[in-house]
Each structure stands twice: as C-alpha cells, then as structure tokens.
C-alpha cells in the first residue's frame, strides 16, 4: 500500500496547522528570579524575534561579561521562518502526492530541523554563557553562565527556567504527531 491512509493525510494538516503558531506566538521562554526582582524578569523567543525583559537582562549580563542580545545577531530569525515555510509548503507537496514515501522523507526532513534547532540553540547557550569578556565587572573563578536548554539551573543569585512557550508546545506536539504518524504508516504498508 503505496497511498497515504486518511490518518496520514490528517497528520499532515494537523502538524502544518501547528506549525502556523509559531508566527502568532512565542517559541521558548527563558525567566530568571532573584530577590532584586521579586517579580522576575523574561525573555521570550520567537521564530523572528526576542523580545521581553532584554534590555534589563542585558543590563545585568554586562557586570558578570555576556554578549547583549540583539534581535539583528541571529541569522536563525531569517533562515527558520524561511525553512519551516518551505518545509510546510512540501507538507502540501506530500498531502497532493499522497505517497508513503514522500511522507517518510516529510518526517525525515523535521527531524533534521528539530535536531539541528535544538544544537543551533545549545550552542548559541553555550557561547553566550562561556565566552565572557576578561574585562568585565564582576569575575567569578571558574563561574560559566550558560543557561539551560530546557529545565532549571541556578546561576549566583538568579534561579533560571528555561522552557518552551506556546508555539514551542506546539512543535513538539508536530514532531510528536510525525513520528505517530510515521510508525502507523509504516505498519500499515507491512502489515497485510
């Protein structure tokens, strides 16, 4: 069975439909408490911008050394949007095809961009959190400051969160539904 069954081609409206969000809301979202900020501060990121508390946090990373951050340093806010339209645009490619093949190499394809989005942004952490200026305020021998990717880490006074936002639920939501999707189609082509 080379056709896309009726579960297929409703996942590939399901995860194109999810993917819209990440235009009308945030991706992740970054906040740090510390009792100088009792309401604590956020960074919110989108596909195509940051935005939130990021002049105060800059602010604060110049004592200890971080870069600023600035929407204009992220080659990422030009190439995901573009990417994730073309890669949505197949999604419709695939769905008029209807083929099972197509679907797999659809699916293969996210993973990718998952994968690779995912490292692009560790390493973004990590340089910004380790490449610090030697003539900064405030040096703490042997400190680092590289936010987590996902989850909690203290860093001096601050208590960091990092997680995904809306738009960041709902791609993980796409990628979860691919990866259903693909195993259902697969087992229907072998199973007679």
């Known amino acids: 069975m080379k056709k896309l069954t009726k579960s297929g081609k409703i996942s590939i409206i399901a995860v194109i439909v999810l993917l819209v969000s990440l235009w009308l809301f ?10 100088q900020y009792p309401g604590g501060l956020s960074m919110k990121i989108w596909i195509n911008d940051v935005k939130g508390d990021v002049d105060i946090i800059n602010g604060l990373n110049h004592y200890i050394g971080m870069s600023t951050i600035h929407k204009r340093d ?9 990417t994730l339209l073309i890669f949505m645009m197949l999604g419709m490619v695939v769905l008029f095809l209807n083929k099972k093949v197509g679907y ?5 394809a996210f993973t990718f961009i998952a994968i690779f989005s995912f490292y692009d942004f560790y390493k973004w952490e990590y340089n910004y959190g380790h490449n610090l200026d030697p003539a900064a305020p405030i040096k703490v021998p042997g ?13 001096l006074n601050f208590e960091v969160l990092s ?15 691919l990866v259903a999707a693909t195993i259902y189609e697969w087992k229907k082509s072998v199973t007679p």
């Open 26 to 35: 945030p991706m992740w979202q970054i906040d740090l408490r510390a009792p």
């Open 74 to 82: 992220f080659p990422e806010f030009v190439f995901l949007p573009t």
């Open 104 to 108: 797999y190499l659809w699916a293969g």
């Open 143 to 155: 400190m680092s400051y590289q936010p987590p990717l996902f989850g909690y880490k203290k860093l």
């Open 163 to 177: 997680q995904p936002d809306i738009a960041g639920w709902c791609y993980i939501c796409a990628g979860v539904i």
